[in-house]
Each structure stands twice: as structure tokens, then as C-alpha cells.
């Protein structure tokens, strides 16, 4: 079954130091995968995809299939990076349908 | 162009009640997904229409139902309402299968 793991529900940092927010996934087809964020009092938006291997607000993130992992990476972490962050999994052929892990809240303290 | 919409913001109902939560996509776009998040979890796929008619299905029972009109807004209905109802529904839209935008969603209680 196709299923996303965000081992760590916390990740607590100080401004300036690096972020990992680690995703894995279980899908034995071809994934693309996603990481969403919700910030306070915000709707749930794209933050990136695997495709177009862009780096958005600083955040990049890299598929590696050997590991089958996705984790998500900013070398420097700021105040307005905190926000609940969803890695999903979208399955080929799937017209879509998101399978969402459990989130990871990200706190950057002054 | 307001995004997705959803009504209402919250909804209080009782067990064995029915419901029904609404859902405007996002100017332009033809396909709705529904999702259901519980608390501390992500929001888990519920079903997809797309030209009226249901095209995927979550692990979800028949109590959960829904509907696309012509106009493409969709309404997810739920019958004898039980407990662990209680959630957040998302609505989503998007194009024909890329980027789904997310409405505020629908707070559901359950007494």
C-alpha cells in the first residue's frame, strides 16, 4: 500500500541553523511527490514538487528513490519558515489523488 | 478570483444526523478532491470528481457521498454522522490532474 512517513511530528530550531524535515515513502511505481505548508491561520498550500526541482523560499528537496525518501532542506532557517509542513505522494496514473503524511510542525525561535 | 471557497466554517451536529459541506473551485478549474483530516494527522483523499461524476474513491464507506454540478462546485454529503466524523474537510480544485488548490476548510463536530 502506498503510505508517507514523517517521523517527527516537532522540529525545533533557532534562526540561522539548518532545517530537514524528512519524508519518507512506500510506492512501488513511479511517484512524484510534493511538500505542502500551512501557516498560521492559512490554507494548506504547494510549496514544491520533485518535478520541477526548484528551490522555493529557500527550501529545496530531493528525490531519492534508493532511500525512497524526500526530505525536505533550507540551510537557514527563518522566523516565517515556521508553519506545519505535509510531504504527499501523488501515484502515477492516480489523475492526482494525494496521499498526505502526518506533517511536521517546524518552529524557528528567535 | 477568491480561490476555493467552502461552506460552512464550522458545523455542529449530533450522531446519526446528515450533512452536507459545499465547495466553489477556483476560477477555471474542472476537478474537485475531497479530503477529511483529523486531528494531528494529514488530510486523507476522500474522492475526486471530474465531469460530474466520481472518478477515484478513498478507503472511505457509502455513508460518504457527493456530487459535481455543471458549474463544477461539489458538495460532499455524509450520513448517520458518527464520532470519528469529527475533522477538518478540505476541498481542493484543480486542472485536469496538476497543482490542486486548497479551500479553508469545513470544521465538522460530532457530539
Known amino acids: 500500500a502506498q503510505r508517507v512517513t514523517q517521523p517527527e511530528k516537532l522540529l525545533s530550531v533557532f534562526k540561522g541553523a539548518p532545517v530537514e524535515l524528512k519524508c519518507n515513502y512506500s510506492?512501488?511505481?513511479?511517484?512524484?511527490l510534493f511538500w505542502y505548508v500551512q501557516y498560521s491561520r492559512q490554507r494548506l498550500q504547494l510549496l514544491l514538487r520533485?518535478?520541477s526541482r526548484e528551490s522555493i523560499k529557500g527550501f529545496t528537496a530531493d528525490l531519492n528513490k534508493g532511500e525512497t525518501s524526500f526530505h525536505l532542506k533550507k540551510p537557514f532557517a527563518q522566523e516565517e519558515d515556521s508553519a506545519m509542513y505535509y510531504c504527499?505522494?501523488?501515484?502515477?496514473?492516480?489523475?492526482?489523488?494525494?496521499?498526505f503524511g502526518a506533517g511536521t510542525r517546524l518552529a524557528v525561535h528567535p | 478570483d477568491a480561490g476555493v471557497t467552502q461552506s460552512p466554517t464550522h458545523l455542529i451536529k449530533t450522531r446519526g444526523q446528515q450533512v452536507t459541506l459545499r465547495c466553489s473551485p477556483k476560477?477555471?478549474?474542472?476537478?474537485v478532491s475531497w479530503y477529511q483530516q483529523a486531528l494531528g494527522q494529514g488530510p486523507q483523499f476522500i474522492f475526486q470528481?471530474?465531469?460530474?461524476?466520481?472518478?477515484q474513491r478513498g478507503n472511505f464507506p457509502d455513508r460518504f457521498s457527493g456530487h459535481q454540478f455543471p458549474n463544477y462546485s461539489s458538495e460532499l454529503n455524509v450520513n448517520a454522522l458518527l464520532l470519528g466524523d469529527s475533522a477538518l474537510y478540505l476541498c481542493?480544485?484543480?486542472?485536469?490532474?496538476?497543482?490542486?488548490?486548497f479551500g479553508p476548510g469545513t470544521r465538522l463536530t460530532v457530539l
Open positions: 481542493a480544485s484543480s486542472i485536469a490532474g496538476y497543482e490542486q488548490f
Open positions: 510506492y512501488s511505481g513511479s511517484p512524484e
Open positions: 470528481y471530474y465531469e460530474e461524476e466520481e472518478r
Open positions: 504527499a505522494l501523488s501515484i502515477s496514473g492516480g489523475y492526482n489523488k494525494l496521499i
Open positions: 520533485h518535478i
Open positions: 476560477s477555471g478549474h474542472d476537478t
